[in-house]
């Protein structure tokens, strides 16, 4: 006897979309047949043709604060938003936290504080910083699913960036044990060298962070991970100049992946107001050609991910009050909002919510190493999402899960409406208690 089946005329599965009836026992997936299939089962739920059972989403790439700057956001408010939103596995990144994910004991308080608080299945990133190359071992032992570094300064203090020296040293660490280094990657002499970002103007703030502050850095990890024969990832790609390289490395067979966020699929920087600092983010949204280019590096396969890259911060901190992009927090919320953004642009651009799952679930959970996530498959975890893509709704910050309801995409019509979420073939109710699973490498 199932414990649940889904009869659904679209389901997108590995092979595509179709009508299929999920069967689910124990939290996992263990039948995929035709939609009359004589399955039993204590549940069974019938969807109608308007809503896509879809894989529930994988971010691997939300800030989430918490402890140190939990004002900012914390492990049950991310995650709501993430349930919210479609998405039923995040990785957390090892900064804004104080203090930052660089060492076994700080992974351990990071993990007592979400220990019972996460309504999703919760992962951690490691840091790779100055001073810590003995560290990446042991954070790897306990289970981290790998380690983000910077090559410019992060914003804060306690997370500083690896010199060109230290990236090929740390590199080579990994390479030794199999482990991923996730890279922020901009150059820290050019963007110097840029025009300050001072005053309420957007293109002085994109002036200040060039594009080639981007393919400089990339071109440099590139290079890297060629000679130490790294697996690298590039985190939050702004700039598709970069995009020939890229593809030129992994035809190569360079170890490196690429992810981009909603955020720069979205908007344009010549529709950004002055004074919009909810806008700021680093690398920085560009212009509307840019935007073009980068879709379609997602067609050509230079671009392999879409991931939130969702960093809030208190309000005071985007400095409304003077709107001046060179003091305020960059960081875009949008962890609720990353499906919904994704899919009322992808329709647009031809590409259907197969690509969308591929992006967002399937490949992400590959990049982390997810064995059982990203994919409506057998064996898989019933980590589901409920998506009514033809419905349409517009966006009210403060209706959303997130702490603080500072977001760009404030009164925008963004297509599709998630349903709801299902994290191991239970439906995740917000108004009961969290029952997310904090993960570790190897063991999910």
Same mark, same amino acid.
């Given at each position: ?45 019938? $969807? ?32 709501? !938003? ?28 990071? %993990? ?20 810590? *190359? ?7 032992? !306990? ?8 090559? $410019? ?13 230290? @990236?090929?040293?740390? +590199? ?17 002499? !050019? ?54 390289? *890229? ?7 360079? #170890? ?8 720069? $699929? ?24 840019? %935007?073009? +280019?980068?879709?379609?590096? *997602?067609?050509?396969?230079?671009? =392999? ?11 005071? #901190?985007?400095?409304? /009050?003077?709107? =001046?992009?060179?003091? !305020? ?37 590959? #990049? ?17 999402? @409920? ?31 998630? %349903?709801?979420?299902? +994290?191991?073939?239970?439906?995740? /109710? ?7 699973? $904090? @993960? ?5």
């Amino acid at each position: 006897m199932l414990d649940t089946v889904f009869r659904a005329p679209r389901v997108i599965t590995v092979v595509g979309e179709s009508a299929r009836s999920i069967g689910i026992r124990d939290g996992r997936i263990v039948a995929i047949e035709p939609l009359d299939a004589p399955l039993e089962a204590r549940r069974t739920i019938e $969807l109608g043709d308007d809503v896509v059972l879809m894989p529930g989403l994988v971010d691997t790439h939300v800030h989430i604060n918490e402890p140190g700057r939990t004002e900012w956001e914390g492990f049950e408010t991310a995650t709501r !938003a993430a349930a919210a939103g479609g998405v039923t596995t995040v990785i957390d990144m090892p900064l804004n936290s104080i203090p930052p994910t660089t060492t076994v004991e700080a992974l351990e308080i990071k %993990r007592k504080c979400a220990e019972g608080a996460v309504f999703v299945d919760t992962g951690f990133w490691g840091g790779a910083v100055p001073g810590n *190359l003995d560290d990446l071992r042991p954070l790897h032992d !306990a289970g981290v699913f790998g380690f983000k570094c910077f090559l $410019l300064h992060s914003g804060v203090e306690e997370f500083q960036p690896l010199s060109s020296g230290e @990236l090929e040293q740390y +590199l080579a660490v990994l390479q030794d044990f199999g482990a991923l280094m996730i890279v922020h990657a901009e150059n820290s002499q !050019a963007i110097d060298r840029a025009p300050a970002p001072a005053g309420e103007q957007y293109r002085r703030f994109l002036a200040s962070r060039p594009r080639g502050a981007e393919n400089m850095a990339i071109a440099e990890v590139i290079e890297a991970a060629r000679y130490t024969r790294a697996r690298v990832h590039i985190l939050h790609l702004s700039s598709s100049d970069a995009l020939p390289m *890229l593809i030129s490395a992994k035809r190569e067979g360079v #170890l490196i992946t690429v992810e981009t966020c909603p955020h720069y $699929l979205s908007f344009s920087a010549e529709a950004i107001p002055d004074g919009a600092t909810q806008f700021k983010c680093c690398p920085p949204i560009r212009e509307s050609a840019n %935007r073009e +280019l980068l879709w379609q590096g *997602l067609r050509d396969g230079g671009i =392999d991910m879409i991931v939130s890259d969702h960093s809030p911060s208190t309000p005071e #901190l985007k400095r409304f /009050d003077i709107g =001046d992009f060179g003091v !305020a927090w960059g960081g875009i919320a949008s962890l609720q909002l990353g499906l919904r953004a994704v899919w009322s642009q992808a329709r647009v651009h031809g590409f259907s919510l197969v690509d969308v799952a591929e992006w967002m679930s399937a490949r992400t959970a590959l #990049l982390a190493g997810l064995s059982r996530k990203g994919r409506i498959a057998l064996g898989y975890d019933a980590d589901l999402c @409920l998506f009514a893509p033809d419905e349409a709704q517009v966006v009210s910050g403060a209706a959303l899960e997130h702490r603080h309801p500072v977001t760009p995409y404030d009164g925008m019509a963004l297509a599709g409406v998630v %349903r709801e979420t299902w +994290l191991a073939g239970t439906r995740i /109710d917000l108004d009961a208690p969290p029952r997310g699973r $904090l @993960l570790t490498r190897g063991a999910a």
